[in-house]
């Protein structure tokens, strides 16, 4: 695992938390309890904060970046997936950031929003709770019914018994 100090600031971890050894966490990086951080995820806080909230969790090779000193938060419960881009940008509650999907920088997700995969939302766009976001140019598509808001609370808790699971396998736990 890479925890790297830059001018003075150095990731903070909670309880319960797993930072795969192939992942990098880079400055000032505020992770809350019960977050999992996959394998090649990259968190870059050189120029701004990132924080992570309690239970929220990055797949694998997701970059976030708190570019220019655009701060990123991402929300409790909320899921990067595998290859999104984060870039200055930030995600309410619950969501779910798909595959290859980006938010660049002053945009945000209102909480229970996906943001299907490959998406982009561009700068400063501002995206409704319960939404589904599809295409370049990212557009709102859909409002979220029960079934979706399920659907996603169940990706979450599997991800969450994977967390306590790679924990035990790896012996790591902050």
Known sequence: MNLVEYKGK???LGQRVYVDPQAT???DVVIEDGVGIWPGAVIRADEAKVILEKGAMVLENAVIEAASGKAVTIKSGSIISHGAIIHGASVGNNCTVG??????DNSTSGDYTVIGAGA???PGKKIPAKKLVIGIPGKE???LDSAD???NKKEWELLDQKLDEYIKIRGIAY
């Open 25 to 27: 966490l880079i400055g």
């Open 99 to 104: 595959i290859g999907a980006t938010l660049m």
């Open 141 to 143: 598509v859909k409002d």
């Open 10 to 12: 150095k990731p903070v």
């Open 120 to 122: 982009l939302v561009t």
């Open 149 to 151: 808001l399920a659907n």
